[in-house]
Each structure stands twice: as C-alpha cells, then as structure tokens.
C-alpha cells in the first residue's frame, strides 16, 4: 500500500513529502478539474476518472464548513454521495448530484471502480485518534486492581511502578514483538472507525529503545492501512538508572536523543509529560525549546494531575496542542485561545482514573480554543481503543453535544495533528477517508457507545473493514499476540 509519510512538523503547512510517497491534497492528481463545491461541479479538462464511489449515504457528515450553521457545522448532506480518484475526494454532493454529474460526463466511472452502496447508514469522515501511547508491552492489571483499592496513580509510578513497569516490560521486547502488538491494536482502533493514529513513543527512555519504538510506528505506518504520525515522548518519564538526577535524563534527551530522532527523521511532534515529580514546566521548557529548535512540532502532556501551567508553556512555545487539562485554568485556557493551541481531551482518562474532574471542555470552547478528542489509549490510564466510546463519555461527563464530540474527532484532531488541510472533512482533494455506520443518524454515535456500531471503513478509497470485518491483505497473520 502506498503511504504517505511526513517530514514537518510546522503548526499549519500540512505535511511535506518524502521518500517517494504520493501528495494528496493541494497538489494531488486532480487538482486541474476537481470540484470546489461540495455539491457542485466544475469540470474544466475532459472527464474526471471515479475509481471509489460510495453513494446513497442515508446520512453523510462532511464537517466541510466550520462556520456552516448546519448541525453546528457537521455539513450534514441527507443521501449524500462521494467520489474518489486514487485515494483523493473528487467530489461530495447528493447521490442525485453527483449521478447527475457522470450523466453530464464531468466525471466517468472507471470498469474496476469500488462501489459502496451506503444506504440507510450513516457516513462521516475517518476518525482521528489524536493521542495515543500504543507502543508498549506488557499490561498493567495489577495496577488497576491496586487502584481500585486506593493506591494513586502518581504514588505508584512513584514506587517504581505505573510506567516504569511498562517501560521494563517494552525494553525486553524486540521490534517484531512490538511490531505486531501495534498491528493488532491499529486493527482494533480500524474496526472501530480510526484511520489516522498518533501514536507516541515513552516506554523505551533510553535512546536505543526509543528510537526502536519509533521504527516499529514507522513501519506501522508502512504496513498498516491506518496512517501512524509519530511523536517522540521520551520525556514521559525519569528512567529508573537516572532516578534523583533528572538533570542527566534531561541532557541526555537534548543532546544525544532529539538530535538522533531529528536525523533519522523518526517523528513529527515532540511531546513531554509536564507533571508533578516528572518534568516541571522550566525543565520541559528546555526539552521542548531544544525539539522547536530541531524543526519538531510540540505537544505537552498539560496540567493533567496537577495544574502546574503546562497550557501556559504550550502557548508560550507555540505548541501545535496541549493534552489532557483537567486542571488547566482560566489563565492557561486565555493564553491558549490567543495563539490557537489546540486542546486535546481525554475524558476517557478521568473515567479511567476515576477521577471526578473532567476537562473544562465549555470553557475551552466558549473562549475559542481549538477542541479535539482523543483516547489516550495505554496500559496505565486509559485502554480505551473506541473513539465513539470516548465521544459517549465526553458528552456524558463533559456536557459536549453530539455534534461537538463528532467534530472534535474529526476536524478537530486532524488540526491537533496539523493535517486539517489533508483529512478530517470530507471535501475535494482531501483523503478519501470514511467510516460507515449502521445507524440512521449521527446523535446515535456517542449514544450507543457500547456497541461497535461500525459497518464499514475506507482508508484513501480503499474498502479495508467491509460488514465490521477487516478485509485489507496483512503481511502477518493476527497473532493474538497483545494479551
Ligand atoms: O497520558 N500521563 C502520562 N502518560 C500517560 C499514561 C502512561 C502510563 O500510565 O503508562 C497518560 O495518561
Ligand atoms: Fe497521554
């Protein structure tokens, strides 16, 4: 298959493109005679070529306009249609729009085209998981049992556990294993309607076995249909051998680790946990002003458990996102407004950790701030692999509406991501990335969370989970192999 891969982590200019791999987007394929209007066509040079039809969408969310009153900007098209020409939209419109157009002779259906005849169902663009750590090995059962009894997070990881216990668990682990640990949870996260994953490395925190998680997410992103953008969080953690000399950790980090993920281009963003007895906001300052430096995007890991101004960092550095907020407050909230930090919720966090606090997601909205949901699945705080589980909770626990819970994993996380002009929308010459639902409408997503609800999922015009089974060709066998 052939994928994308990235190379810059510029807040707003999408993606650069490297190693042979195909532009979408501006500079695609169809740039000469696409449509410019969801629902109208423009063909200026002979017939567009359709090769990936899905017609007849009882339903079709296409988050096209973020001012669009429409459902509060879900762009809902009732029987909508979408054409696609090598993993590209072409166009979006009604069914009888767009059957119109091929009438006309704007666009011809190729003899091998894919046809998904989506009727009855409900279609919105690929979700996007905004925030995971799915590099790792070994679970963490014995935690959650120590939890429920009372012991804390924050002591646990104290004591040398939480992460740490994670971090021997994924050292020990080859590349292959970890490889095929991803393959199986990239294959969970598909089947429930993911098709662009950020997956973080932090469970290796030694320069060898961090730069070894960030192999297996690139291979990751070469094998599997769902698209991988790394992010090196080896600041997740105080690794046991620098345990009381932070200091050392943090020179090791800026000399030797940034520098080796920057030259071998293993990642887009940079990410460090800024928390209570892990970094504090000057040292993850440091951290992160050596990653801008190296040309990396930035994410932080911000007032989460504490509220120690990691949201005020993120705007200070011009972050591309700060994740979690339970405890951000009205100062972090403004400054992230003023210089459009995205947030990135993770009330499946909160619902995890049984914490009663949640994210103040209204306030973010109502001051402007940028919202994206995302599950923040991992082995210690949340193993939650469904974002329309995490759309329930967020609306549930957070007081969002439907409409907020599908955009924020849409638009919203493509933008966490700086990929708001490739995906996340379903408009011309953006990936044709979609998820089919077999439900009539979109207030069911978040309200029927317990099910996977998920029929079908394109990833950039190809069928890859058809009647909820993956149907895309893996190299390896499932191997059960993430137990
Ligand atoms: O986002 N907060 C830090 N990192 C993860 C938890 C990682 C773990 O416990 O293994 C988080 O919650
Ligand atoms: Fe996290």
């Known amino acids: 298959m052939e994928k994308r891969s990235f190379s810059d982590g510029s807040r707003s200019g999408g993606s650069k493109l490297i190693g042979g791999s195909r532009s979408f987007g501006r500079s695609g394929p169809t740039e000469e005679s696409s449509s410019t209007e969801s629902s109208g066509f423009t063909g200026k040079s002979g017939p567009i070529e359709v090769d990936f039809l899905l017609k007849n969408a009882g339903s079709l969310v296409t988050i096209k306009d973020e001012d669009d009153d429409d459902a509060k900007g879900l762009g809902l098209i009732t029987d909508g249609s979408v054409a696609a020409h090598e993993g590209v939209i072409v166009a ?6 767009i059957e119109k157009a091929f009438k006309d002779g704007v666009f011809v259906l190729r003899n091998d085209a894919t046809v998904f005849d989506a009727s009855g169902c409900l279609v919105t663009p690929g979700l996007v998981d905004a925030h995971t750590h799915l590099i790792f090995a070994g679970w963490r059962a014995e935690e959650f049992a120590l939890r429920l009894k009372g012991a804390s997070y924050l002591d646990i990881l104290a ?23 991803g393959m199986d949870r990239l294959d ?18 030694s320069t060898e076995d961090e730069i070894k998680s960030l192999r297996v997410a690139a291979r990751l992103g070469r094998e599997h249909p769902a698209d991988v953008i790394p992010t090196f969080l080896g600041a997740h953690a105080i690794p046991e051998e620098y345990a009381g000399n932070v200091e050392g950790y943090i020179e090791v980090l800026v000399s ?8 071998e281009r293993l990642a887009k ?15 993850s300052r440091r951290i992160l002003s050596s990653a801008k ?23 200070e550095l011009d972050a591309v996102s700060a994740d979690h907020l ?12 003023e210089k459009k930090v995205s947030a990135v919720l993770l009330p499946g966090t909160s619902f995890f950790l049984a914490m009663d606090r949640y994210a103040p997601a209204r ?39 439907p409409e907020e819970v599908i955009k924020a994993c849409t638009l919203g996380a493509a933008r966490a991501l700086g990929m708001e002009e490739e995906i996340g929308s379903l408009e011309a010459k953006k990936a044709a990335d979609m998820v089919v639902f077999d439900v009539p409408s979109f207030h069911h997503l978040p309200y029927r969370f317990g099910a996977n609800l998920v029929k079908g999922v394109i990833k950039r015009g190809k069928i890859v989970v058809k009647d909820g089974c993956l149907t895309y060709a893996r190299s390896q066998p499932g191997t059960r192999s993430d137990m």
């Open 92 to 97: 979006v419109g009604t069914t009888a729009e």
């Open 159 to 181: 004591r040398g556990g939480g992460i740490l216990s994670t971090v021997r668990a994924t050292r020990r682990a080859s590349e292959d294993e970890l490889f095929l640990l």
């Open 188 to 205: 969970q996260m598909l089947l429930c309607g993911t098709t662009t994953v950020e997956v973080k490395s932090g469970y290796g925190l």
């Open 363 to 401: 306030r973010i909205i109502e001051e402007g701030v940028p919202l994206a949901l995302a599950t923040d699945f991992n082995p210690g705080t949340c193993t939650i692999q469904s974002l329309p589980l995490v759309m329930g909770i967020a609306c549930l626990r957070m007081g969002l509406s």
């Open 269 to 283: 963003f940079v990410d460090v946990f800024c928390e209570e007895g892990v970094f504090s906001v000057d040292q």
């Open 256 to 263: 030797e680790m940034i520098p080796r993920v920057a030259e």
């Open 293 to 315: 430096d190296y040309g990396f995007g930035l994410k932080i890991h911000a007032d989460e458990l504490s509220p120690l101004g990691g949201a005020v960092l993120a705007a």
């Open 326 to 337: 339970v405890m951000v407050d009205e100062r972090g909230i403004r400054y992230m407004a």
